[in-house]
């Protein structure tokens, strides 16, 4: 990728750049699917913290999970989610949005002081779409997403997975290589100048350096 191409991922609709990672372990936690479905979802962030050096952890000690990923048929069976209405501002508002637009799927984040994200919220509506896909593609598709602050418009036009010659779906290499430099200990948590994507794009190079 291109430092441009970089750039846009962290790009806002308004025209700034700013980018956040993960400040704290993740504690996930899923709603709504069957056990062979959740070990899944689990082996995704797993797959995701080995290649990032993140953490995970069993609690939070504030949140107590700070990832909620939720699959559901219909926007409005959000509305019956007891309490969720307190951890999201304008729910019902909300959920009328997302109707109205046809959406699958929506992503809230929350921020500690530092800028550095504190917990999100994923939001699945199982079309045809998403249930086409399988468990495996999914589920890293959206933990992917939650890894890093991206731009709304990051995956608008592009998947994050890629298909292997045989077959297989993977985590594309170039996004791949983004997250790795994303969490570098040397990298800030938090970035709002686009010389930012400078150092991401420099890191990701190294890295596909081949060692002499």
Known sequence: MTPQEIEQLFTRADGNYLFARWGRPIVPIVFGVQDETLSIVKGAFEALCVLTGHKMAETDPELGSNVMMFFFRDWDELLDVPDLGR?????????GR?????????????????????ASFVFLRMDKALAEQPAE???LSQVSQVFLLWSEAAFANRSPLAKLENG???LHPEIGAVLSAAYDPLMPAVAQDKSHALRLFARCQTASRPEE
């Open 168 to 170: 297989q779906v993977v």
């Open 87 to 95: 951890l999201i501002d304008g729910l019902d508002d909300l959920v």
């Open 137 to 139: 593609d999914l589920a």
């Open 98 to 118: 997302l109707k109205a637009s046809g959406a699958n799927q929506y992503r809230v984040f929350r921020f500690d002081k530092d800028g550095s994200i504190q």
